[in-house]
């Protein structure tokens, strides 16, 4: 099984509001990673947790608070967003281990509309 | 460095035609070359992946051609069908434990009936 949940498929949110997103994986994956993408462009990287360890942060705002409960859950805390931030976010995994090949699988995103 | 320059941007090919993509880096670290698949409204599913040891690994339609000395490697669909219209993204990456992908900017492909 190389699946990667999301949920919800789609949200609407005002400016004010604060929403989250999930993401869930169960292939024993100890890397996960949280995208940004924007119509007819690449996936732009946010955040990457290792070992539930925030590992990498991509200089991302602070209206975006990202959270590992444990090693197959990861979210991604929303506030006080920007119009400019509506896209699709996805969400990613891969094995993680040192010496491992980056093998990434993807979610099927969430839409994300601002308003 | 970091870059990965991928061509075209857009590709119309008739059905049963070959589509092929290309893509170049400048990273010799890299040592793990993907291809994702995106439909619409969909995440980038993993196609087919080569490292850098061989220089070509096929998977039913899809080949990758991969050529260590000119830093370039392109993706091949034989027989093109129109389920295979989709942005088609190459990517880079080094060996490590949660190394990050560097994306092409995407190819747009489309396979007439």
């Known amino acids: 099984d190389t699946e990667v949940t999301q949920t919800p498929k789609h949200l609407v949110m005002g400016m004010t509001n604060k929403k989250s997103l999930k993401c869930e994986q169960h292939m024993g994956h100890r890397a996960m990673y949280w995208y940004k993408q924007k119509a007819k462009k690449p996936p732009e990287l946010m955040f990457v947790?290792?070992?539930?360890?925030?590992?990498i942060n991509e200089s991302v705002p602070s209206r975006f608070s990202p959270e590992c409960p444990n090693s197959s859950l990861l979210n991604l805390h929303l506030h006080a967003l920007q119009p400019e931030d509506s896209a699709l976010y996805l969400c990613?995994?891969?094995?993680?281990?040192?010496?491992?090949?980056?093998?990434?699988?993807f979610g099927p995103g969430t839409r994300l509309t601002v308003l | 460095q970091q870059q990965v320059k991928q061509s075209p941007q857009s590709l119309i090919v008739q059905k049963g035609g070959i589509s092929i993509i290309n893509c170049a880096y400048e990273n010799t670290a890299f040592d793990y070359f993907p291809w994702y698949q995106q439909f619409p409204g969909k995440g980038p599913a993993l196609l087919i992946a080569i490292r850098p040891d061989v220089s070509e690994k096929k998977e039913g339609r899809f080949t990758i051609s991969f050529n260590k000395s000119a830093k370039q490697f392109s993706l091949h669909i034989m027989d093109s069908q129109p389920g295979d219209s989709a942005t088609y993204f190459c990517a880079a990456s080094r060996k490590s434990g949660y190394s990050t992908l560097t994306f092409g900017k995407g190819t747009m492909l489309l396979v007439s009936p």
């Open positions: 990613a995994s891969s094995q993680g281990s040192q010496g491992s090949y980056n093998e990434q699988f």
């Open positions: 947790y290792s070992y539930e360890k925030l590992s």
